[in-house]
């Protein structure tokens, strides 16, 4: 079972979060018609963007990435401006998205698949296979995860990426489903709840030494 250690929101005038990332000192979420900033210190919305954003967010180190129906636009946090635009695997059925390795990686809800494309022109590159629907897609330590939601239940699952093969299962407490997923950069996941308009914090297990990193607790 997951370990839920903290919740963020519900947001006023948010009822429903998509992707999620996180830039190192923000949260990012698409929550529909804009991508809000959150500091995961004190769970407050720094500022937002006013841009399409109804499925998955990825960061790269510099811009943001947004799915926006049928495309991936590429934006400069700073400014708010779309750079550049892609088309998206599946012409708008795409989910989940994550920066690694250089490329983007596009999760396909109901297609079961995720994707690896080339950022500066769309090609899909590689294909993964998932058995359950694909929500969020996220890589931290080499590992990939992605997470599901499927007939009212949902998990994190880590998988092969070259086989797809899943090696690990994450489940979410009941009535909790996941969206966007995002590594925290140590030993935690963002994960989007969908519908119930908040962002949620799970601890991820721990294999081996890793750099202290971790995810913020609720203060007291």
């Not at 489903?177 to 914090?201: N, Y």
Request: some cysteine; overall charge negative; proline content about 6%.
């Amino acid at each position: 079972m997951a370990e839920m250690v903290r919740e963020y929101g519900p947001f006023p005038g948010v009822d429903h979060v998509h992707g999620v990332t996180y830039d190192g000192r923000c949260i990012w979420f698409g929550a529909g018609e804009a991508m809000l900033a959150l500091d995961p210190a004190s769970g407050k919305v720094l500022h937002s963007i006013e841009v399409v954003a109804d499925a998955g967010t990825a960061f790269d180190g510099r811009h943001l990435f947004q799915l926006a129906g049928d495309r991936i636009q590429r934006i400069d946090p700073e400014t708010g401006c779309v750079l550049a635009a892609i088309p998206a695997p599946g012409g708008g059925r795409a989910s989940g998205l994550a920066w690694a390795e250089g490329t983007l990686w596009v999760g396909q809800y109901q297609e079961r698949r995720i994707h690896q494309v080339d950022p500066e022109t769309g090609t899909i590159l590689r294909t993964i296979e998932s058995n359950r629907f694909v929500t969020g897609v996220t890589w931290t330590d080499g590992e990939l995860w992605h997470g599901t939601w499927e007939d009212g239940e949902s998990e994190l699952r880590r998988v092969d990426p070259g086989t797809g093969a899943v090696l690990e299962t994450l489940v979410m407490p009941p009535g909790v489903s996941v969206s966007g997923l995002e590594s925290d950069g140590g030993d935690g996941f963002f994960c989007g709840g969908g519908s119930s308009g908040k962002v949620r914090a799970v601890r991820r297990p721990r294999r081996g030494l890793r750099s202290e990193h971790p995810i913020v607790p609720e203060k007291e």
